[in-house]
């Protein structure tokens, strides 16, 4: 089992930053694609941010430009670098990462962290 720990978020008023962290634990696992994604009470869960393996990177046309993505493969972590924030990007941050143990493919989550912008 590969456990998803997240860390940075919090509250932060319109136009700055925060980061946001997320390691992965767990014993014999290879991480492929790391992610994050933010859920508002009520709507979906959306995709946030994507990264490969291999350091590819992918990004919702809401935060493009004003998000970054990155992953460091040799502690497991991929972080969330958010500047310029905006009131409309208040949510519950959850992390994600998929891969494969010694028993198969995992798809892990986050306990999520709570992202608050104030205008």
């Known amino acids: 089992q590969v456990q998803l720990v997240e860390s940075g978020g919090g509250l932060v008023q319109a136009e700055g930053s925060l980061t946001l962290s997320c390691a992965a634990s767990g014993s014999d696992f290879t991480v492929n694609s790391m992610g994050w994604y933010r859920q508002v009470p009520g709507n979906e869960r959306d995709s946030v941010a994507f990264i490969t393996s291999i350091g590819t990177t992918s990004y919702a046309d809401f935060v493009k430009g004003r998000f970054t993505i990155s992953r460091d493969n040799t502690k497991n972590s991929v972080y969330l670098q958010m500047d310029s924030l905006k009131p409309e990007d208040t949510a519950v941050y959850y992390c994600?990462?998929?891969?494969?143990?010694?028993?198969?493919?995992?798809?892990?989550w986050g306990q999520g962290t709570q992202v608050t912008v104030s205008s």
């Open positions: 994600n990462a998929r891969g494969f143990t010694s028993r198969g493919p995992f798809n892990s």
